[in-house]
């Protein structure tokens, strides 16, 4: 079992966890500013890809953050796979369900930003992002898209589920408190990647 079911991560899948996407059958598609539009690739071809492990927070607007070893394909290596075209300056996210988001690409490339399949070792269940999700960690949660099944390369922002519905277009991380259900204590954060704790 994972340590997001062991510490208890609330699960966050407003469009209903996935079922039938098994790592045998998965398929993800990248679409858009890539040369030969669109590739896909299979859970293997990920998997066989060099893993990185990040020891970081997922901080939810919504209160609860919780730090792990996220491992995964750092997105910036990922991208070296793909012919990117330079006039891309954004990527949007699709899960199976609909759920949708759109980062910039330089928010991307930071290190600490993966596509990722485990954490400490054990693959993430279906209701934490299975076979594969984005980890984003200094943007609030809601940018780590999880079942994650299309990727587009784009030249212009696209608004997704909760930035339609109010929650802010470049998910800084706001000053205030958050539940670390590391340690269930509730913590005061000051902005930005949370860090230290
Ligand atoms: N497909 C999908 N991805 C999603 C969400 C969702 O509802 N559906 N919720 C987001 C939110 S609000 C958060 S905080 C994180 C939670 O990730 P976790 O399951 O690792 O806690 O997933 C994000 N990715
Ligand atoms: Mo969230």
Known sequence: MS????LGMPVFYVEGVPRGVTRDTYKLEVDGFVRSAPVIFSFADI???PMATVDARLTSVSG????ADWQGVRFR??????RVDPKATHVHFESFGGY???????QLRYEKVLLCYK?????IEVEYGAPLRMFVPQLWGYKSIQGLA??????????????????????????GFTMDLNTKTRRQIPGGEV???
């Open 64 to 67: 609860w953050s919780l730090r």
């Open 119 to 123: 954490v400490s070792g054990e693959y």
């Open 77 to 82: 290596d990922f991208e070296q796979l793909l």
């Open 47 to 49: 998997e066989a890809l």
């Open 100 to 106: 949708t988001t759109c980062v910039p690409l330089s």
């Open 150 to 175: 299309r990727m587009v390369f784009t030249d212009r922002y696209r608004s997704g589920f909760w930035e339609s519905r109010g929650y802010t277009d470049d998910a800084e991380i706001e000053p």
């Open 195 to 197: 860090t230290g704790f």
């Open 3 to 6: 340590v997001l079911k062991t």
